[in-house]
């Protein structure tokens, strides 16, 4: 899916171009964001169905065409991957989008829904009889027409989600947009392909309030990993490019390596001063479960001391250190 994804968007989007085009979406696997994918399905409603098809045929990023109708063509792109292109009549894509979405499985127990409340449902519409209950685009109103919730594409799956929205009891969701920040990310510090500054400004563009900067450490050498000379000039651009770009908060941090015995490969003292510290296991995944655990557990207390050393230790009389680190970051183990 994420190959394919954004060459169907640029699809999408230039046949939103053609003369007469009134709606376009995908559908499909695609549009229920499944991590793999059989084709890419897109449904157009327009004026004139031969000139989209003729579009699409002429495409120069086709290099193959499976068949064509009247009102669909499927074709094989340079990229890889097969399109199959349908256009329906402004009436029924509501039911069209609902039904070339899915899952198979889904629209199944949705269709004997239909039938039980004497009602015919298909990518035409719902009907009671010849009347079709559900003309237009709004897909949802079939949901609504047969006494439930409508739910986000990505959870048509025949996976709980028709029960529940049967009880008006779907989960709320993450709507796409939601995210403020990212605390993943890795630069041409080590194995990432850009600069800090370059990732915040583009950060910054999606509209993202903050991001960490979690390059890998020394541990892991193919990817250039950090010592903690290297880690500690890092931190230092960070807090250059932070007063640079207005905006965006950029945090230091790492993604520090577990090593086999539990301990990290960076020192306390060091990954104390970082606002983020993510740690990682990159090497023996042959040990047992028992040894496994042991060694995450062991990091995750190393880390605890890390904490420790940044938000405040003990000192020799048992009292805690006052320690203000003026930053209102607070890193936690879970």
Same mark, same amino acid.
């Given at each position: 899916?994420?190959?394919?994804?954004?060459?169907?968007?640029?699809? &999408?989007?230039?046949?939103?171009?053609? @003369?007469?085009?009134?709606?376009?979406?995908?559908?499909?696997?695609?549009?229920?964001?499944? @991590?793999? /994918?059989?084709? &890419?399905?897109?449904?157009?409603?327009?004026?004139?169905?031969?000139?989209?098809?003729?579009?699409?045929?002429?495409?120069?990023?086709? &290099?193959?065409?499976?068949?064509?109708?009247?009102?669909? +063509?499927?074709?094989?792109?340079?990229?890889?991957?097969?399109?199959?292109?349908?256009?329906?009549?402004?009436?029924?894509?509501?039911? *069209?989008?609902?039904?070339?979405?899915?899952?198979?499985?889904?629209?199944?127990?949705?269709?004997?829904? *239909?039938?039980?409340?004497?009602?015919?449902?298909?990518?035409?519409?719902?009907?009671?009889?010849?009347?079709?209950?559900?003309?237009?685009?709004? @897909?949802?109103?079939?949901?609504?027409?047969?006494?439930?919730?409508?739910?986000?594409?990505?959870?048509?799956?025949?996976?709980?989600?028709?029960?529940?929205?049967?009880?008006?009891?779907?989960?709320?969701?993450?709507?796409?947009?939601?995210?403020?920040?990212?605390?993943?990310?890795?630069?041409?510090?080590?194995? #990432?392909?850009?600069?800090? @500054?370059?990732?915040?400004?583009?950060?910054?563009?999606?509209?993202?309030?903050?991001?960490?900067?979690?390059?890998?450490?020394?541990?892991?050498?193919?990817?250039?990993?950090?010592?903690?000379?290297?880690?500690?000039?890092?931190?230092?651009?960070?807090?250059? +490019?932070?007063?640079? +770009?207005?905006? +965006?908060?950029?945090?230091?941090?790492?993604?520090?390596?577990?090593?086999?015995? #539990?301990?990290?490969?960076?020192?306390?003292? &060091?990954?104390?001063?970082?606002?983020?510290?993510?740690?990682?296991?990159?090497?023996?995944?042959?040990?047992?479960?028992?040894?496994?655990?042991?060694?995450? /557990?062991?990091?995750?207390?190393?880390?605890?001391?890390?904490?420790?050393?940044?938000?405040?230790?003990?000192?020799?009389?048992?009292?805690?250190?006052?320690?203000?680190?003026?930053?209102?970051?607070?890193?936690?183990?879970?």
């Amino acid at each position: 899916m994420g190959d394919v994804l954004p060459y169907a968007r640029e699809l &999408v989007e230039e046949i939103k171009e053609i @003369e007469g085009v009134s709606e376009v979406s995908e559908a499909g696997s695609l549009r229920r964001r499944q @991590e793999t /994918i059989g084709d &890419v399905d897109i449904l157009v409603t327009a004026k004139d169905n031969k000139k989209v098809l003729d579009y699409v045929s002429n495409l120069p990023s086709v &290099v193959k065409v499976w068949g064509r109708g009247d009102t669909k +063509i499927s074709v094989h792109l340079k990229r890889g991957f097969d399109v199959d292109v349908r256009v329906v009549s402004r009436e029924s894509y509501g039911a *069209a989008l609902q039904y070339f979405t899915g899952s198979k499985d889904h629209n199944v127990k949705l269709r004997k829904i *239909a039938i039980s409340k004497k009602y015919k449902l298909n990518e035409y519409g719902l009907f009671k009889g010849k009347k079709n209950l559900t003309p237009g685009t709004d @897909e949802c109103l079939i949901y609504k027409k047969l006494g439930m919730e409508c739910m986000p594409p990505e959870m048509r799956s025949d996976s709980g989600e028709i029960e529940l929205a049967q009880k008006k009891r779907l989960p709320k969701v993450i709507e796409y947009g939601s995210a403020r920040g990212d605390l993943q990310i890795q630069t041409k510090w080590t194995d #990432g392909k850009d600069s800090i @500054e370059e990732m915040a400004k583009e950060a910054k563009k999606l509209g993202l309030g903050y991001i960490a900067i979690t390059d890998h450490t020394k541990n892991l050498a193919m990817t250039g990993g950090l010592n903690e000379d290297k880690i500690l000039k890092q931190k230092a651009e960070i807090s250059k +490019i932070n007063k640079k +770009i207005k905006g +965006i908060t950029i945090l230091s941090g790492t993604e520090c390596d577990i090593l086999k015995d #539990g301990s990290l490969d960076i020192d306390n003292k &060091v990954l104390g001063k970082l606002d983020v510290v993510g740690i990682s296991v990159h090497t023996h995944f042959n040990l047992s479960r028992k040894e496994q655990t042991e060694r995450i /557990i062991k990091a995750m207390n190393k880390q605890k001391a890390s904490l420790r050393c940044r938000h405040g230790g003990h000192n020799q009389g048992g009292k805690k250190n006052r320690h203000d680190t003026g930053n209102k970051w607070k890193s936690r183990t879970s």
